[in-house]
């Protein structure tokens, strides 16, 4: 059984900081994708931020040059530093990764999430 575990959530004020972290654990094969979504209160699940295994990255327009995504191959864990945080990106956060697991089978599997909160 695989899972992904999310940390790093919190409430800051507009302008600031956050980083978000999410491990990935079980019978892991290998890890193509990994990519972070969120889910704004009354709005649909959005594609934040993807990183491929080789490292190739892909923003939403809304975050290009305040978020970064990043992940450890060895460790098997996802980042999403982001900065100069906005209003609007209050949302819960969820870690997605694309695993292959002991049996041989790809799925996509999700963390349970993480608030961001952003206010003043």
């Known amino acids: 059984q695989v899972q992904l575990v999310e940390s790093g959530g919190g409430l800051v004020q507009p302008g600031g900081s956050l980083r978000l972290s999410c491990a990935a654990s079980?019978?892991?094969?290998?890890?193509?994708?990994m990519a972070w979504y969120r889910q704004a209160p009354g709005k649909e699940r959005e594609l934040v931020a993807a990183?491929?295994?080789?490292?190739?990255?892909n923003y939403v327009d809304s975050v290009k040059g305040r978020f970064t995504i990043s992940r450890d191959n060895a460790k098997n864990t996802v980042d999403l530093q982001m900065n100069m945080l906005r209003l609007e990106d209050t949302a819960v956060y969820y870690c997605?990764?694309?695993?292959?697991?002991?049996?041989?089978?790809?799925?996509?599997?999700w963390g349970k999430g993480t608030l961001v909160t952003i206010s003043s």
């Open positions: 997605n990764a694309d695993i292959r697991d002991s049996s041989g089978s790809n799925f996509r599997y």
């Open positions: 079980g019978r892991i094969v290998s890890i193509n994708t």
């Open positions: 990183i491929t295994s080789g490292g190739r990255t």
